[in-house]
């Protein structure tokens, strides 16, 4: 039970000599550093083109750093092990001051703009959203700069259930799966018979269920596993206490809704509106995060929620005044992470060949002995 306690946030990987067996010996990268710059922006432009068009949204400006006191900012957990870059602002000789967050991701600030931009249901927007996670462990797949494509859609109250949810799911799914196709299609060296590409469809699974299938496992045990049976899953209902007493995930307790009860497709109880979209990487051989998204948080799932998680002083921040007042409308939204689904479609090995951030000298050059071409 320690082992799933441990597993509940954060990367699977611990330390460097455990990334030394994680990275892959015999790769060799199918496209060179100048054409994969070439191709990521090719996938960037038609992601963002296919989100704006599957599901409404228009392209808006987003913040880089928020005032600490608008609680604005994301903290990621509910455990608060991952803190943002703050710092103070003295501004006008000290008269009026600032202290600054830089931000982790935007996905309570998109709920907010909802309203600044006047979005009806079925209406939203799309970021190209920059953050900073200083806690992270420095990893293939983790770094301490985030680009996501942060997306928030308004909705109506008889939207919030499953089957609006999975919908949602599956059109951007189509459009990971066409940017995949639509990459091959300029630069065939992608098609690949020994990286194979991503599945038409997803599956879409419970967290409770596939704790049932490994009930003794943490949850990157259960999510490797189960991508062995299914390439490219959808799993609901993450931040819900399951059967042996911990949530697949933590999940912040004041966007996500991940308390409202829902039923299985066999007719069981379960609970949550949110998920992740996992694949299989083959390039590395491990899980592969993409998309962590949900219907958010009303009124009344906030506040048990953030009861639940000991943060009822939250309500004292203008962001969750508007949930509760219901001067924020209700809505879908999620982050898409940029950098992870470049490697899955371009089939990387690492987060460094394509995005440009720090990296320790031992990861370095643990890349360089692997011909992983880490941009500088």
Known sequence: MHDKQADLAGPGIGDYAELEEVLPTDYRSLLGPRETQEAL????????????????????????????ESGVND???????????QFHISNDH??????????????????????????????GILTDMRAVRKDYFLDHDHSAY???????????????????????????????????????MLFPKLRSDRYPDLPDELTFLHAEEI??????LPRKARETMILQEYPAIFIYGIGWPL???????????????????TTSKDGRPMHGLNGDILVWNPVTGRRHELSSMGIRVDAESLKTQLEMSGQMDFLRFPYHQGIVNGTLPLSVGGGIGQSRTYMAILKKAHLGEVSVTVWPKILKDMCAARDIHVIE
């Open 41 to 68: 922006y090719a996938v960037k432009d038609y992601i963002e083109e296919g989100l704006c068009r599957e599901l409404g949204l228009i392209r808006v400006q987003v913040p880089l750093i928020v005032d600490a």
């Open 211 to 216: 704790l049932e299938r490994y009930p003794d």
């Open 243 to 261: 059967a042996d007493g911990y949530p697949h995930e933590m999940r912040a307790a004041d966007y996500d809704d991940w308390v409202t009860e």
């Open 75 to 85: 903290f990621l957990d509910r455990d608060g092990s991952r803190t943002p870059v």
């Open 94 to 123: 000290g008269k009026n001051p600032i202290d600054a967050q830089v931000v982790q991701a935007a996905t309570k600030w998109k709920r907010m703009a909802l309203a600044q931009f006047g979005m009806e249901p079925g209406e």
């Open 146 to 184: 985030v680009d996501q494509w942060d997306w928030e859609r308004s909705i109506t109250a008889a939207d919030r259930n499953l089957d609006f949810l999975t919908d949602v799911v599956k059109r951007i799914w189509k459009v990971l799966k066409g940017a995949e196709v639509h990459a091959q």
